[in-house]
Every structure is written in structure tokens, then in C-alpha cells.
């Protein structure tokens, strides 16, 4: 007997590559079938087959506050009457931006685009147009998208798919992008002696959420604030999953340290189809059409979109202590893995910071992506099943963050950890 996301899944795959449309969400490295959901509330997600998870993906990040959240879903409603798109300026896109600039550190002015890959792929052409410098930095296990120029030592679906060179990324696109292991400030400083005259930009996740979850080490983020400023190099930070996250600053306001340019996504959208670049007037206005910097979008600033991340980032903004809500319900599950874990007999890393977090099973840090690669994935892949069959939807590959929504009650971590305590005693 085929259950309904099993059927499903087999006629997905007729009519979409994969059967998704999204490599993550194919179960590829953790095997099995790709479960398919009917709709979501808070922190549950149901299933096609009446399934109920207590859900740990959040949509990659967007649903901070739980799936469906009422102002969000009531604002989306009203401004679907208005018109979906007008493809001509609103003051709603000024009162987003307006609002993003009063939270986010460092900032003067917004560009909206679509999604995370348009964030990174603009700031990088934003980078590369105001230094006149072709060449920049990214770090192993990094995901910035799936622009041909961050395809090189990718993280997240291109690590969990394991692609080690993407067929269609062109040498010549690849040779402008120079990789170091993240946490490794020596190697980047090798680079930057060799090259640094080319070097436009190092752009880095302030926190990595695609080889798992993973912190800069002391110093890290500062020398490379140092490098930058020391030879004219543009410090990007990739924060399309740490933005209105960690802080509603961000990293840069978390963790103190200056980026020349952000990019959000994810939750400035709400789970809308929303991304942008963000940064000081004196790099932003390289933009088109106040500069030659060309980026455009029919559907950027569309208003469905707007007002869903501007009601959200409201709701963050006006209530800070979400923040530290979100902190204790993380510490709590944490320490309830590690108990759990502990009493299995099983070694395991897990790394944590804010809502964030990751369970690695080695006994050895996890400070980058050959780390995470090292780890035993195997164990991984039948704790995800195990947990999945207790009710409880983990990111499905082990080079990926763990998302607690603010949904999220005592009973529902509690449960968590009981079905971990119960999956462990069931693989080990
Ligand atoms: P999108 O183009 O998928 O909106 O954003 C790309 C992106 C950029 N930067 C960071 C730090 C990101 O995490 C992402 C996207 N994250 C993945 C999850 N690890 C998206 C999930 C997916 O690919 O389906």
C-alpha cells in the first residue's frame, strides 16, 4: 500500500526534474520519500497522508513566528484585493525599506529582488562594479545561492548532493572564484598576499547554515573585517538565513562586526518570494538607475510580498524579546539532545547560536565543512527517519540548519527530545 506522498512524489518526477523544485527537498541524501505537505500552523506541518510533524525546517527559515501566522496570512489577504503587482513604485516599498534601514546596522539604503541567489548574485556585481575587480572569496560549504559564481564549493543542496563541479558553471566563471575552509583566516590571508590587487569582495555566511550549523571562531570575523579594510576589499555578509534571525540587526548586530553589504531573504519575505542588498548610500547608489550597476526585477518590491515581510519584521521589531524566547527554547532542545545522545552512548557535536543549530555525530568540533563532511552522515540519515517517523521534520541532510520557530512550546521540545531518546535507543 503506496501512501499518498509515495504516489505523489511518483508523479512529480513526470512533469518536474526530481519530482521538486528544489534539490533539498528530494530526501536525496538521507534516502526514502520525499514527504508532501497539505498545510502548516504554528510550529506543525501536515501531510498529504494526515501526518502531523513538529516541523524544524520553518521553510529554511522564514516562519520565525510558526507557519500561517495570522497578521501575516490577514495583511496578504487585504493586499491581494489591491492588485498582485502594479510593476510601478509603492510607499509600502518605501516603508519596508525604511523599516529594514531603522533595524539592520550599517545600512542606508534597500534594493528588493526575489529570492537569496538575487541578493548575493547583485552584491557581488555591486562589489565587483564599485572596486573594478573581478575576483572574490568564498569559503568551503558556503551557499550563496545558485549563481554560476558560488557553485564552486557550494553548501547545502550541492554539498548534500555531493556535485563537487557543476556542469554548466563555466571554468572561466569558476576562475574568478577563489574558496578558502571557513574558520581558516591564514588561508585567507595567503590569498589576499597572492591576489589581493584583484580581490573585490569576501563574501561569507557571518554564521554558516549550509554544512550544518556553524559559528565563526574567535577572531575570525574580525580579521577578516581587518584584511578587508586593509586592502580595499568590500566584506560581504551573507545573512539570507542569519537576517531578523539572530537579532533583528542580524549578525552584524549579534556578533558587532561592520559589513560593507548584506543580503537578506527568507525571512524579510515571510515566506514570500522576497531577497535584497542592502548597504552605505556611497556603494548602494552604484545601483541602476542612480548608477551603471544594472539589476532589475518585474516582480521585485511586489506588494503580496512586501506586505507579508513588513508585517512580520513589525511584529520582530516591536518585540525583541522573541529573540531571547528563541534562545531558551534552542538551549533547552540542545540540552535535551545532548542528554539524549549521551545516555545512547552516541558521540556527537552540536552547535547552537540563537534560534540555530546542528547535531553532528563525531566527537570532534565542528568548525568547517571538511568537519561536517567527516561526521558520521551515515547515523545521521537514519536519525532523520527515525525522527521522522516519531513526528518530528528535521532538515533533511546533515549539511543543513536546524530552525526553531517562536511557535515552539515546552511540549513540543519535550516531545522532541523524548523521540530522540527513542530513535537513538532504536538505531544506535
Ligand atoms: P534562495 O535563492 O534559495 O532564496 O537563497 C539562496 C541562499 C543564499 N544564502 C544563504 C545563506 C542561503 O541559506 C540560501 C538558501 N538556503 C537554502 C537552505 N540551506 C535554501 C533551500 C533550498 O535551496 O531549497
Known amino acids: ?13 513526470q ?74 513604485p509603492t510607499e509600502l516599498e518605501i516603508k519596508i525599506a525604511e523599516l529594514i534601514v531603522s533595524m539592520v546596522p550599517n545600512i542606508d539604503m534597500v534594493r528588493m529582488v526575489n529570492s537569496g541567489t ?78 589581493g590587487a584583484e580581490i573585490a569582495a569576501i563574501i561569507i555566511e557571518p554564521v554558516a547554515g549550509n554544512m550544518g550549523c556553524i559559528l565563526p571562531q574567535p577572531g575570525f570575523l574580525e580579521g577578516l573585517r581587518k584584511i578587508c579594510d586593509a586592502n580595499n576589499i568590500l566584506l560581504i555578509f551573507d545573512e539570507v538565513m542569519t ?28 515566506g514570500m518570494p522576497v531577497g535584497a542588498v542592502a548597504g552605505p548610500k556611497a556603494i548602494m547608489e552604484n545601483l541602476a538607475p542612480a548608477g551603471k550597476v544594472y539589476q532589475a526585477g518585474t516582480l521585485s518590491g511586489n506588494p503580496i510580498a512586501m506586505i507579508a515581510g513588513y508585517t512580520l519584521l513589525q511584529t520582530l521589531n516591536n518585540n525583541p524579546v522573541i529573540y531571547q524566547q528563541l534562545e531558551e527554547k534552542a538551549s533547552y532542545l540542545v540540552n535535551g539532545l545532548k542528554e539524549a545522545f ?37 547515523l545521521f540519515k537514519r536519525f532523520f527517519h527515525a525522527m521522522l517517523e516519531r513526528g518530528v521534520y528535521l532538515p533533511p541532510s546533515a549539511f543543513e540548519s536546524w530552525f526553531m520557530c517562536n511557535a515552539l512550546t515546552t511540549e513540543d521540545l519535550d516531545k522532541t527530545i523524548a523521540a530522540a531518546k527513542s530513535a537513538m535507543q532504536a538505531i544506535k
Open 1 to 13: 500500500m503506496y501512501s499518498k506522498s509515495e504516489m505523489l512524489f511518483g508523479k512529480a518526477k
Open 15 to 88: 512533469v518536474i526534474p526530481g519530482g521538486v523544485n528544489s534539490p533539498v527537498r528530494a530526501f536525496k541524501s538521507v534516502g526514502g520519500t520525499p514527504i508532501f505537505m497539505e498545510r502548516a500552523k504554528g510550529a506543525y506541518m501536515y501531510d498529504v497522508d494526515g501526518n502531523t510533524y513538529i516541523d524544524y525546517i520553518n521553510s529554511w527559515g522564514p516562519m520565525i513566528l510558526g507557519h500561517a501566522y495570522e497578521p501575516v496570512v490577514k495583511a496578504i489577504q487585504e493586499y491581494a484585493t489591491y492588485s498582485t503587482s502594479f510593476g510601478a
Open 118 to 195: 538575487e541578493a548575493c548574485m547583485t552584491a557581488l556585481r555591486l562589489a565587483r562594479g564599485y572596486t573594478g575587480r573581478n575576483k572574490f572569496i568564498k569559503f568551503e560549504g558556503c551557499y550563496h545561492g545558485h549563481a554560476d559564481a558560488f557553485l564552486v564549493s557550494a553548501g547545502s543542496g550541492v554539498a548534500t548532493l555531493g556535485i563537487q563541479s557543476v556542469p554548466g558553471v563555466t571554468a572561466t566563471v569558476a576562475e574568478d572564484t577563489l574558496t578558502a575552509p571557513y574558520n581558516n583566516l591564514p588561508a585567507v590571508e595567503q590569498l589576499v598576499a597572492e591576489q
Open 243 to 270: 537576517g531578523f534571525r539572530l537579532a533583528r540587526g542580524g549578525a552584524q548586530e549579534l556578533l558587532g562586526i561592520k559589513a560593507d553589504l548584506v543580503t537578506f531573504g527568507k525571512i524579510i519575505g515571510a
Open 342 to 378: 549521551g545516555a545512547a552512548g552516541i558521540v556527537h557535536s552540536i552547535n547552537h547560536i540563537g534560534s540555530m543549530l546542528s547535531a553532528h555525530f563525531t566527537e570532534y568540533p565542528i568548525v568547517d565543512f571538511s568537519a561536517a563532511s567527516a561526521a558520521n552522515n551515515e
